[in-house]
């Protein structure tokens, strides 16, 4: 299975943007790029996924390299409540296919 | 839409003892997945039901099982429970393959004394 990278945690302000970047340098053509976050005592929440154009919708935005071997999801404008760990995944699009997740990047908001 | 539920949502349980959690995905979705979740080794993948038949498994021993019925409503089994069982078992639902996002529900706390 491929692996992803991410920083084990980043900061941000409320009300600015916040770039969180994955590396997927091993990803396959059939792998989906799935991000999910993780709120404290809640199950993981998805967020967005893409395959190679860029994807907006109304949680975030993920930018998509164009040789696929990294990804950045943007949150346009945090609030307090963005406060999670996000996962960044590979999925494949098969009919046997299982979510890896790595250890994610734990996301602080300062108000 | 009502979301993905898990029952119980705590179990106190004694090593040695067997565990049966439930899992009712989101009315329509015919896929549902389990993972294990503890501070040690994060969020593992335990295995996935498709139409009532496992199409992928994690690396867990065998003393963790599962089984999806005809209803989509899944369950897991973990027999001869060890302390290292300890941990949020969660489950999540999706419509079809890879492609697919997958809604968690809120996990079962089991603890094993």
């Known amino acids: 299975d491929a692996k992803t990278t991410q920083p084990n945690s980043m900061e941000s302000n409320e009300e600015e943007p916040v770039h969180l970047p994955c590396n997927h340098s091993?990803?396959?053509?059939?792998?989906?790029i799935h991000w999910y976050r993780q709120l404290p005592s809640q199950g993981p929440e998805y967020v967005i996924h893409?395959?190679?154009s860029n994807v907006n919708n109304r949680m975030a935005s993920l930018a998509i390299a164009e040789d696929r071997k990294s990804s950045t999801l943007i949150l346009h404008r945090a609030t307090l409540r963005d406060a999670a760990v996000y996962y960044c995944?590979?999925?494949?699009?098969?009919?046997?296919?299982?979510?890896?997740f790595g250890s994610g990047t734990r996301l602080s908001i300062r108000p | 839409k009502a979301g993905v539920t898990q029952t119980p949502r705590y179990l106190i349980k004694t090593r040695g003892q067997q565990v049966t959690l439930s899992c009712s995905p989101i009315?329509?979705?015919?896929?549902v997945s389990w993972y294990q979740q503890t501070p040690g080794q994060g969020l593992q993948f335990l295995f996935e039901?498709?139409?009532?038949?496992?199409?992928n498994k994690g690396n867990f021993p065998g003393r963790f099982s599962g089984r999806q019925f005809s209803n989509s409503r899944s369950e897991m089994n973990v027999s001869t429970l060890e302390l290292g069982d300890s941990a949020l078992y969660l489950c999540?639902?999706?419509?079809?393959?890879?492609?697919?996002?997958?809604?968690f529900g809120p996990g079962t706390r089991l603890t094993v004394t």
């Open positions: 893409g395959l190679t």
């Open positions: 009315s329509g979705h015919r896929s």
């Open positions: 995944i590979l999925r494949a699009y098969s009919s046997a296919s299982k979510i890896i």
């Open positions: 039901y498709f139409s009532e038949t496992q199409r």
């Open positions: 999540a639902s999706s419509g079809g393959a890879g492609s697919y996002e997958q809604y």
């Open positions: 091993t990803i396959s053509g059939t792998d989906y």
